[in-house]
């Protein structure tokens, strides 16, 4: 009788019907696939980028013979970014866009990590309820009326508030970082407990350390949130003087509004396009800027705190 022979294991590179389809190597067809999808997206995303810019940066002379538009400006000029950026209109605007910004950010995380903790730990009081609360929101989301009949009798129409507190808290910003704080070991909370750390010491000096991810990630969402928002500022909003830069940008680019050449302080204003182009790069700017110095956080901080959620 025949002992049975154990089985090999199998070698890189060898072939074998028994290997799983989802490891074997793709074919050069496939890779070819991926790179063209790849390839296109990147000039579908690129290209109205690179016009922006190469409008901006053109001259009228530029703007007139390629039908307004310019992708590779042959005298690149920043005229159009000198004057957009020394008139008081778009440089006060942006002013109140940071400081938006900025502030919102900081209220907001503070909001939403106090939240979380709370949620997170077990026995906090009410806490199933408040989360359903919490969840509620998806669903029933507030009108246009009531949200600004709130803001009208808080009396918060036609100030900065306006622009913070429609927008503070987000529930799935709330959802992802409780469920992060859900996956800091318990063990950590015992050991704190025994050397008399109250919850306050135990979130400041243990939590949050360990959740730089999940607070980056959700602070980049509260940023860019802020940072786009227009609807409540042209809702709640009447002063010229206190609306944030994207309700400028949306009434130079989208309304089809004139620059004012007085208003700029200059005597002969660059192309429009040019202008408008200007306002929309130094619009986005900040984001992009922003954006590759947090990368590194979004796959670990978004998955970690959604898995469990």
Known sequence: MSTPTASKPLRRGSKSSERPVWMERPSWAGQGIKFLVIVAMIVAVGYPFLLAIGTSLATKAELAANGGYVLFPEQPTLEAYRVVLSGGVITRAALVSVVVTVVGTALSLLCTVCLAYGLSRPGTFAGKPLLLVVVGTFLFTPGIIPSYLVVQELGMLDTYGALIAPITLNAFNVIVVRAFFQSVPDELHEAARLDGAGDVTV???????????????????????????????????????????????????????????????????????????????????????????????????????????
Do not use: E, H
């Open 203 to 309: 979130l400041c000096r243990i939590v949050l350390p360990l959740s730089k991810a999940v607070i980056a990630v959700v602070g980049m969402f509260y940023a860019v949130a802020y940072w786009n928002n227009f609807f409540n500022a042209m809702l709640y909003i009447n002063d010229p003087d206190k609306l944030p830069l994207q309700v400028v940008l949306r009434s130079y680019v989208l309304q089809g509004d004139t620059f004012n050449a007085k208003a700029m302080g200059v005597s002969v204003l660059p192309a429009s396009a040019s202008m408008s182009m200007a306002v929309l790069i130094l619009a986005v700017l900040p984001i992009i800027a922003v954006y590759p110095f947090l990368q590194k956080y979004f796959v670990k901080g978004v998955l970690t705190g959604a898995v469990k959620a």
